[in-house]
């Protein structure tokens, strides 16, 4: 018996460790996930970051933007003001020209890192059986629907 071809979008792209995925995620909390999406494993975080930002579009209330040192570059830094957000994000040593950060509230970053956490908990998540992008992020939708529920 034959099975037919799987035809769509595969976000697998080469890094140092192989052919891996790297999931991109817009959070709330260490619970919710506002918006997420699939790249190659060799892609850099800050270009689809700001994809992210962009998608999600202006916002009207006063929320912050905790992110870690690989979005700290001018490119992601600059056009997040302009959308509403108020910026918590540590420079990395080597800038010329650092700038001050609220301490207390960069210590809740970890909250998103716990999320991936509890995303990788799922065998199906952590190894990407999946061959196609959208098996893939359906299964991810599914796990972040469970977590939310517990």
Known sequence: MRRSKKNGTQSIGKSRGGW???????????????????????????????????????????????MDRAYEGDATRNPAPDLGYGLCVKPKSNRKQPWGYD???????????????????????FTRYDKLDVVFLAFVFFALIVEALR
Do not use: W
């Open 20 to 66: 891996t995925t790297k999931l991109h995620m817009l959070a709330a909390n260490e619970r919710v996930a506002m918006m997420f999406h699939l790249s190659g494993g060799g892609c850099h975080d800050a270009p689809q970051g700001r994809k992210l930002l962009e998608n999600r579009g202006p916002v009207h209330t006063n929320i912050s933007l905790l």
């Open 103 to 125: 301490h207390e509230l960069y210590k809740r970053r970890n909250e998103v890192e716990r999320l991936f956490r509890r995303l990788k908990a799922y065998r199906r998540i």
